[in-house]
């Protein structure tokens, strides 16, 4: 798991690409909170599993 600036850098440039090229995203993670601000939609593994 990348450190806070890391994950912040990433953030930065894939917000960056996606506000300028339209482009979707599919992202799995362990990081609810970042994949809430990145993502539509959520899916939890355990949903899809049970």
Do not use: F
């Not at 090229?21 to 899809?48: E, F």
């Amino acid at each position: 798991m990348p450190d806070t600036s890391t994950t912040a850098a990433l953030v930065a440039v894939v917000e960056s690409y996606r506000q300028d090229s339209g482009a979707g995203l599919l992202a799995m993670g362990h990081d609810h909170a970042l994949l809430k601000r990145w993502c539509d939609r959520t899916v939890h593994w355990s949903d899809i599993t049970s």
